[in-house]
């Protein structure tokens, strides 16, 4: 298996910062943020989702965006997606990530699906989503750039078996799964192993981060209700020694990607850490 980080992670960072840390810390890709930083947000400190200072901005030309590039050869790193934050239904966007993801020599992008807060159905959002993956599907064949839909909490493929069957439509060679179990502490548990075994050739890429339970009152303060949270890789729900031989045991050889919240370390720190940390659970 490889390492590599998705600069969401990473916001205090500038590209050139983060190349220099990954190829320290021995990581050999990078996925690059794809959103923009708000005018209004840029005097404040370094966020992961609001000023994130490792971002390619959608607006930028290709020459802004080929910038990524040159730092990630300039180390010996592999750009292996672009990463942007799309709506289910937003053909338009989706193709400007795929042309950055080309420019890039990048293997695939995040593809937007609806998210779900009990106002629509469902079965509604599924049909919306499949609609939209279609046209992704042509996209990602023209391109060939491969469109993943990621595991994730509060969408309508919080689990592995959810994600399947949302993208069991498509060929796998252009839409397949970004498997996330730290997102399933969350919401969509499921056996890492079965959820693997399912997803057969649409298991793409893995997310490695890790997230816990913390009890607290509800607004009421009569009731108690337990509020999901990011932790540090060790510290967390995810067994991440299990998830790797659960892995292995599918025949996983592709990359294990840093996306650690929890802000236990500074971004290079973390960087160093995360890879020591899978060099001693994959021996």
């Given amino acids: 298996m490889k390492w590599s980080v998705f600069t969401v992670a990473t916001p205090d960072l500038n590209p050139e910062e983060l190349a220099a840390a990954a190829h320290e810390a021995g990581v050999e890709g990078i996925e690059w943020r794809f959103k923009e930083i708000p005018e209004d947000v840029l005097q404040e400190g370094p966020s992961f989702w609001r000023h994130n200072r490792c971002s390619i901005d959608p607006r930028g030309t290709e020459e802004d965006w080929l910038r990524f590039d040159k730092v990630a050869k300039e180390y010996n790193l592999r750009s292996i997606a672009v990463v942007p934050y799309l709506t289910c239904g937003d053909i338009e966007g989706t193709e400007r990530v795929m042309k950055a993801a080309k420019l890039l020599g990048a293997s695939f992008?995040?593809?937007?699906?609806?998210?779900?807060?009990?106002?629509?159905?469902?079965?509604?959002?599924?049909?919306?989503?499949?609609?939209?993956?279609?046209?992704?599907?042509?996209?990602?064949?023209?391109?060939?750039?491969?469109?993943?839909?990621e595991t994730h909490h509060k969408t309508i493929a919080p689990s592995a078996g959810l994600a399947h069957k949302l993208v069991s439509h498509f060929d796998s060679r252009h839409v397949g799964v970004l498997y996330d179990p730290g997102n399933m502490v969350h919401e969509g548990y499921e056996n890492f192993r079965m959820g693997l075994e399912l997803l057969g050739p649409y298991l793409a890429h893995v997310h490695v981060k890790n997230a816990g339970y913390r009890m607290t009152k509800s607004e009421n303060g009569r009731n108690t209700e337990w509020i999901?949270?990011?932790?540090?890789?060790?510290?967390?729900?995810?067994?991440?020694?299990?998830?790797?031989a659960d892995l292995k045991s599918v025949g996983y050889d592709g990359y294990l990607g840093i996306e650690d919240f929890s802000g236990t370390y500074p971004s290079k720190e973390m960087l160093k850490h995360f890879v020591q940390q899978m060099q001693e659970w994959t021996k």
């Fill in 109 to 149: 992008i995040r593809a937007g699906i609806p998210g779900y807060d009990r106002s629509e159905t469902y079965h509604d959002l599924y049909k919306q989503a499949v609609r939209y993956l279609e046209s992704v599907e042509r996209l990602a064949a023209d391109y060939g750039i491969k469109a993943l839909v």
């Fill in 228 to 244: 999901g949270e990011w932790v540090p890789l060790s510290h967390g729900i995810v067994s991440w020694p299990q998830v790797i």
